[in-house]
């Protein structure tokens, strides 16, 4: 079974930055849509940002000012760059396909914002 494993993840004062990272393994990864989602405390999982094969980003509308996602092929990897980080953007973050389903779901990366 495919899976991801993200990493990246930190404590960073509010106005801080951070580069997150998601390794997939198999040989879909090129062929289909990645995404980042994430899940505050006590909130439910929600989309953050997806990139498709190649193509436009697509963002969610609290995060498109500061977020920007890309990709790697070749590394079978998709990054999340995180500018102006704020204190509501503490969460666990994920990867997935976008829609999310084709791989298992990873342990995520732990990103705490201080106010």
């Known amino acids: 079974q495919v899976q991801v494993v993200e990493s990246g993840g930190g404590f960073v004062q509010s106005g801080g930055s951070l580069r997150l990272s998601c390794s997939a393994s198999?040989?879909?990864?090129?062929?289909?849509?990645m995404g980042w989602y994430r899940q505050a405390p006590g909130k439910q999982r929600e989309f953050v940002a997806s990139i498709p094969p190649g193509g436009i980003e697509n963002y969610a509308d609290s995060t498109k000012s500061r977020f920007t996602i890309s990709r790697d092929n070749a590394k079978n990897t998709v990054y999340l760059q995180i500018n102006s980080l704020k204190p509501e953007d503490t969460a666990v973050y994920y990867c997935?396909?976008?829609?999310?389903?084709?791989?298992?779901w990873g342990k995520g990366t732990l990103v705490t914002v201080s106010s």
């Open positions: 198999g040989s879909i990864f090129s062929h289909n849509a």
């Open positions: 997935n396909s976008r829609p999310y389903g084709l791989y298992s």
